[in-house]
């Protein structure tokens, strides 16, 4: 098992243009989530899944974001014409199907708007 | 809401000094996590606690659910324990909401 696995790890874009992450998650946690980090703050909630289907969205994602986890594996997050403000880590964790099992993290993908 | 607030937001220690990191929140939760991260984003789960105190190595964690308030505790810091220590609450969701982390820095 090598744990969660994040791609890619940098991305830089030009404002208004799309990009798209991947997280694999450990192979049997059914519960998957994409956090976002900006500089010197702690993460902040963007969605969660249970196998395929998404539970929970925060406010945060706006309709430019858009997540997906189509057979319950690996997930993607789009963000669609990206503004500068979109610049932050985006983090994906994993954990087991109990309530409060510990949650396992990526190593980010850092986004970069220009 | 839950606001989840740390202290002290950076600390610097010499090394094998005993440290204390301080963990407050506003509501009830079902669970509270310490996190480490360290330099280009890689988080770490340290401890997830409900109740009482939890010991792993040098680290220690202990929860007052009446104080709604968390400290972890490193003994004997060495600089590679040197990073960022995040706290977050989990509450009736999924949902974690994380304080804005303490930059701990340990010299040698």
């Known amino acids: 098992d090598t744990g969660v696995s994040q791609d890619p790890r940098h991305k830089i874009t030009k404002r208004g243009q799309n990009v798209t992450f991947r997280c694999d998650p450990i192979?049997?946690?059914?519960?998957l989530y994409w956090y976002r980090q900006t500089l010197g703050q702690g993460p902040e909630f963007l969605t969660y899944f249970q196998n395929e289907a998404q539970l929970e969205k925060s406010r945060l994602l706006s309709d430019r974001f858009s997540a997906e986890r189509p057979k319950g594996s690996f997930s993607t997050l789009e963000i669609q014409r990206t503004e500068q403000g979109d610049s932050a880590m985006y983090l994906c964790?994993?954990?087991?199907?109990?309530?409060?099992?510990?949650?396992?993290f990526g190593n980010g993908t850092r986004l970069t708007v220009t | 809401k839950n606001e989840v607030e740390q202290s002290p937001q950076n600390l610097t220690a010499q090394e094998g000094e005993f440290i204390t990191i301080n963990c407050s929140y506003s509501?009830?939760?079902?669970?509270l996590h310490w996190l480490q991260q360290h330099p280009g984003g890689g988080i770490v789960s340290l401890f997830m606690?409900?109740?009482g105190k939890k010991k792993h190595g040098r680290l220690i964690a202990t929860i007052n659910i009446q104080e709604k308030h968390s400290s972890l505790h490193i003994t004997a810091s060495h600089p590679r324990d040197s990073a960022v220590y995040i706290c977050?609450?989990?509450?009736?969701?999924?949902?974690?909401?994380f304080g804005k982390g303490t930059k701990l820095t340990v010299n040698p």
């Open positions: 606690l409900s109740s």
């Open positions: 977050s609450t989990q509450g009736g969701s999924e949902k974690l909401v």
């Open positions: 192979s049997e946690h059914n519960r």
């Open positions: 509501v009830g939760i079902s669970a």
């Open positions: 964790a994993s954990s087991a199907g109990a309530y409060n099992s510990p949650l396992h």
